[in-house]
């Protein structure tokens, strides 16, 4: 009952964009921090993006994807995105939401998480 649904995934050229949603059933963003993750093969996981719930409604991205990715919620859908734009070869990966312990300041971190989504597969390839 308690799911965390990634989707708008899928096969994009260099330079294309993509909309990842992030859907929560069961239980409600509102008081969870949420991550975005990605993972290809044979690498290790990398956290892309975060926002936290908390009254400062902070935003974290990592350095590879700043100025290209942003992160967004609609509480009333209770979901949560994360807009690709300017997409390169090495954002191929399959991405996930995950929710964690609502903080303060969010932390790009999987030890910080402990719901996560089943993911979404970004290929970026011409």
């Known amino acids: 009952q308690v799911q965390l649904v990634e989707s708008g995934g899928g096969l994009v050229q260099p330079g294309g964009s993509l909309r990842l949603s992030c859907a929560a059933s069961g239980f409600s963003l509102d008081y969870y921090n949420i991550g975005w993750f990605r993972q290809a093969p044979g690498k290790e996981r990398e956290g892309v993006s975060c926002i936290s719930s908390s009254d400062d409604g902070s935003i974290s991205y990592a350095d590879s994807v700043k100025g290209r990715f942003t992160m967004s919620r609609e509480n009333a859908k209770n979901t949560v995105y994360l807009q690709l734009n300017s997409l390169k070869p090495e954002d191929t990966a399959v991405y996930y939401c995950?929710?964690?312990?609502?903080?303060?300041?969010?932390?790009?971190?999987?030890?910080?998480?402990?719901?996560w989504g089943q993911g979404t597969q970004v290929t970026v390839s011409s």
């Open positions: 995950a929710t964690g312990p609502l903080i303060s300041a969010c932390r790009r971190r999987s030890d910080q998480y402990n719901s």
